[in-house]
C-alpha cells in the first residue's frame, strides 16, 4: 500500500461556521507529513476526522487501508494519536503505564512487561521506568505519551502538536523520537506551528488555511515559491519605509512599520543584492542597514497565509473565507 492516509473532499461544519471546506489529503506509507496552518485553521478537527473521533460532514477518508467512516473499528487498532497534552496516569510509574496499555491491547503479562521494557529503553526512559510519572520533565512524558500509543505497534501515528510547552532541549529529543519512528517504518502525521519542526522532520507539508489546503509540498519546494532567498531591509525613518513598502507592493514578503524592516525576495546572488538596493534606494539615504537569509518556512507561511503562525489550535471552528480548494499530495 503507498499510501497509508487518502482523503477527498472532507467537510466538517460546526454550527454555522464550516472548518473544513473540502480537503484533500494523501500521505505516503512510511513518511513524516506535517499539516500546517495557523490557529483555528482546522488541523485538529482533520486529525480527529482521520483518527475516527470525529465524524466528516462530507467527503471520504482512509487510514491505514481501511474507511474512517465505515471501518473506524479496523482504524482505531491500526494507529495511534497523541495529542496536545500527555494521557498519563501520574500516580503511575512509567513501566506502569506502559503496562497497563499494553493490557488494553490484550497482552499477557509476560509479553506486557517485556514490550513495555522495550519501549522504554527506545524513548530513553529506562533510568525512569520505576518512577511516578508526576516526577517527569515535561519532555519525558511526552516521549512516554507517544510510546503508551505505540505498544500495539500501529502502522499510523498522529502527532498532534507533540512539542507545545517544550522547551528547545525536549523539543529537539522529540525531533530525535520522530525520526526513529519514521526510520522504523511507522506512518507519521503531524501538526504543528513550530515551522522550523515541520522543516527538520516532514517528506512533505501541506498548509492549511481557513478550511483549505493551500500550498503542498516538500520543504524546499515551498520556500522556492516565495524565492531561495530573502532580503531584510531596515529602514532610516517612517517616511522611508511607507515609501519603501508602496513601492514594493506585493513583492514585499513581510513588513513591520514598528521595527521600519521589510523583505523581499531575491536569488542571493551578490549582483540581484546591489540591484535591489540601487533601485529601492537611489539617493542611498532610505535604508540604513540590510542582510540577507535563506528562505525559511516562516515566509512561506506568511506569504501564504498572510500572517505569522502563532502557538495554540485548539481545532475549533476557522473564519469563514479562502480561497478555492486545492488537492495536497503529501
Given amino acids: 500500500m503507498d499510501e497509508a492516509i487518502e482523503a477527498v473532499g472532507v467537510v466538517k461544519s460546526y454550527g454555522a461556521v464550516q472548518v473544513l471546506k473540502g480537503v484533500d489529503l494523501s500521505v505516503r506509507s512510511g ?33 491505514a487501508g481501511c474507511d474512517v467512516r465505515r471501518e473506524r473499528s479496523e482504524v482505531r487498532r491500526r494507529i495511534s494519536l497523541t495529542g496536545q497534552y500527555a494521557a498519563l496516569d501520574e500516580l503511575q510509574t512509567g513501566m506502569e503505564n506502559l503496562r497497563m496499555m499494553a493490557g488494553l491491547t490484550g497482552m499477557n ?46 502502522s499510523v501515528i498522529f502527532l498532534d502538536e507533540p512539542t507545545t510547552g517544550l522547551d528547545v532541549r525536549s523539543r529537539h529529543t522529540m525531533w530525535s523520537v520522530v525520526s526513529q519512528l519514521a526510520r522504523s517504518g511507522v506512518t507519521v ?6 515551522l522550523e519542526e515541520a522543516d527538520h522532520l516532514a517528506d512533505r507539508v501541506a498548509v492549511l488555511d481557513q478550511g483549505r489546503i493551500v500550498a503542498e509540498g516538500t520543504p524546499a519546494q515551498l520556500k522556492q515559491r516565495v524565492g531561495g532567498h530573502r532580503l531584510d531591509l531596515t529602514t532610516t525613518d517612517h517616511a522611508a519605509f511607507s515609501r519603501l513598502r508602496a513601492e514594493l507592493g506585493a513583492r514585499a514578503m513581510a513588513a ?33 542597514r540590510f542582510s540577507t537569509h535563506g528562505t525559511s518556512l516562516d515566509d512561506v507561511f506568511i506569504a501564504l497565509t498572510g500572517r505569522a503562525a502563532v502557538a495554540g489550535d485548539g481545532g475549533g471552528p476557522a473564519s469563514p473565507g479562502g480561497s478555492e480548494r486545492e488537492a495536497a499530495h503529501v
Fill in 31 to 63: 513518511s513524516v507529513a506535517a499539516l500546517l496552518g495557523p490557529n483555528g485553521a482546522g488541523k485538529t478537527t482533520m486529525v480527529r476526522i482521520l483518527a475516527t473521533l470525529t465524524t466528516a460532514d462530507a467527503g471520504e477518508a482512509a487510514v
Fill in 109 to 154: 503479562g509476560r509479553k506486557a512487561k517485556a514490550r513495555s521494557a522495550e519501549l522504554l529503553g527506545q524513548f530513553d526512559l529506562e533510568h525512569a521506568a520505576d518512577r511516578r510519572v508526576k516526577t517527569y520533565s515535561g519532555g519525558m512524558r511526552r516521549r512516554l505519551d507517544i510510546a503508551a500509543g505505540l505498544v500495539g505497534s500501529p
Fill in 189 to 194: 502525521l503531524l501538526t504543528t506551528q513550530y
Fill in 256 to 288: 513591520d512599520a514598528r521595527e521600519l524592516t521589510l523583505s523581499v525576495a531575491t536569488d542571493g546572488t551578490a549582483a540581484e543584492v546591489r540591484s535591489l538596493l540601487d533601485e529601492l534606494d537611489p539617493a542611498h539615504d532610505a535604508i540604513d
